[in-house]
């Protein structure tokens, strides 16, 4: 499967040994993230994929039969790398507000590490009508939704929290801290500003928890 062969490179094209179709298809969807770092994924074409990993734009789709079928990919890839992410960190913490706070952390490194990738997702999220790539982001925010509110439920059981939480509204909350962060870091022009503002933002999310920690 593209995705779970995907999560074997790094975004800079370090990839592993594996069938040349895969190989090709990963590089592909690497260049395309990497362009939307600077450049609205509207604008970037075949050609400027092809052109980034050194191939014809025929042989671009001869792996991916539209541009959009790349955009779609790159989700599916961000879905896995980044849940990967957010799973192992809320693994690695001993409490459910620590689960929280490593999962926060994850995601704010996650998004220094790629910046194209919330681009990718703003721009899709602006679209009008429905489209294959905006099914896999609301599937990519289902997933996360479902795993923030998993944690905060067992935060709640387990007396962290205020007891009548509103779950639903805290989940919304600590996804908008994210994005903030990160319309921040686009409007100072460099993401290195989202780490520095990080810890004051969740200590602000952490008390309006009524975190009992």
């Known amino acids: 499967m593209l995705v779970s062969n995907l999560l074997l490179t790094e975004l800079d094209c370090t990839v592993q040994t594996r069938l040349p179709t895969e190989e090709r298809q990963a590089a592909i969807v690497a260049a395309a993230l990497r362009l939307a770092r600077e450049t609205s994924p509207a604008q970037i074409t075949t050609t400027d ?14 792996h991916f039969a539209t541009k959009d079928a790349i955009w779609v990919a790159a989700v599916l890839w961000v879905r896995e790398a980044l849940m990967q992410d957010l799973e192992a960190a809320a693994a690695a913490a001993s409490t459910p507000m620590g689960a929280l706070t490593a999962m926060f952390h994850a ?44 944690i905060l439920g067992q935060a709640m059981c387990q007396g962290q929290v205020a007891a009548d939480l509103d779950q639903e509204a805290a989940a919304t909350t600590f996804v908008g801290l994210i994005q903030g962060l990160v319309l921040q870091s686009m409007l100072v022009g460099h993401n290195t500003a989202m780490r520095q503002q990080a810890d004051r933002v969740f200590a602000l999310y952490l008390r309006s928890l009524g975190d009992a920690s």
């Open 49 to 62: 994929i092809a052109t980034a990993i050194g191939v014809t734009q025929g042989a671009v789709f001869k």
């Open 107 to 150: 995601h704010v490194d996650f998004v220094i590490t790629h910046p194209g990738v919330p681009r990718l997702i703003f721009h899709e999220l602006q679209q009008p009508g429905d489209s294959a790539t905006k099914q896999a982001v609301r599937a990519l925010l289902q997933r996360y939704r479902e795993l923030l509110l998993d």
